[in-house]
């Protein structure tokens, strides 16, 4: 389906992070593809100490840099600089919170556990032995433990924390690409789903519709599922469209097609950042 509206994308990485090559060159890519808005959204520096978050000397350059951006192509591009924190389940705190007052919004995920016999932060969204590292040694190798513990933080950092957007609320899909672990019909997976679109509901959550494991060719499917994307139509729950680029060429990865997901779903508007303020605009 084609736009009538200008693109936008709030869920971008860059070479300070995990993502690949230097801001000005996706904005670029942004101006080329008819976007109106960009923003950025790198892992942000806090409790979490690895190589895909951005080093806690990198962010005034962070700031520094998207300004200089702006005042460059103020008259072409909105561009937006946020954050996206990790909610950490043992001290059940939002990783890198302290820095929301220098955003203009942030993504609220859940990408990590605490591996129990080596107690570091493993991902679930990582390297594959990761995860079954996580499956194996944490919940005895039982996938609907897992899961279920996966979409209890989710919903816990939705319960304690305030964000502007919730990152791909259904992540623990992504290394169940070709069904190894679990069947994603199954009614105990389908009932983690549906509950924790309710509490995003009662919490008054905004939720991405994340094409980024897509473009990474990890899953075939948009995070939510579509669906997911039918529930959040019938509880009337706002979302924004993001493909989480983690190189310039992806910043419109899979759009139209998701439009068209949106739309079958039920969905005529999505938030967009516009002039500073969440805006309800119209896809079709």
Partial sequence: MERTKGLTNFHTHCDLDDGSGPMEEYVQSALSKGFSALGFSCHAPGALHDDWHM?????????????????????????????????????????????????????GSVHVMKHAKSEK???IDGP????EMLLHDNFNGEMQRFAEH???LVE????????DILGHCDLIKKRNGDHTYFDEQAPWYTRLGSHMLKVAKRNK??????TG???????????PSPRLMHECAELDIPLVLSSDAH??????FFFAQADDLLVQAGYRNLDVLQHGIWQSTSIV
């Avoid at 816990?156 to 964000?163: D, G, I, N, S, V």
């Avoid at 190189?247 to 419109?252: L, P, V, W």
């Fill in 55 to 107: 080093k806690k000397e990198d962010f005034p350059y962070y700031l520094e840099e998207i300004d200089r951006l702006r005042s460059l192509y103020r008259d072409r591009i909105e561009l937006y600089i946020g954050l996206e924190l990790d909610f950490i389940e043992d001290t059940e705190e939002l990783s890198g919170a302290e820095y929301r007052g220098q955003v203009d919004y942030t993504i």
């Fill in 247 to 252: 190189q310039s060429s992806h910043i419109d």
């Fill in 121 to 123: 932060y493993l991902s």
């Fill in 150 to 152: 996966y979409f209890s």
């Fill in 128 to 131: 594959v032995d990761e995860f």
């Fill in 156 to 163: 816990r950092m939705m319960q304690l924390h305030a964000f």
């Fill in 205 to 210: 959550v905004r939720i991405e519709v994340n």
């Fill in 213 to 223: 494991g897509i473009a990474r060719g990890a899953i075939n499917e948009p995070y």
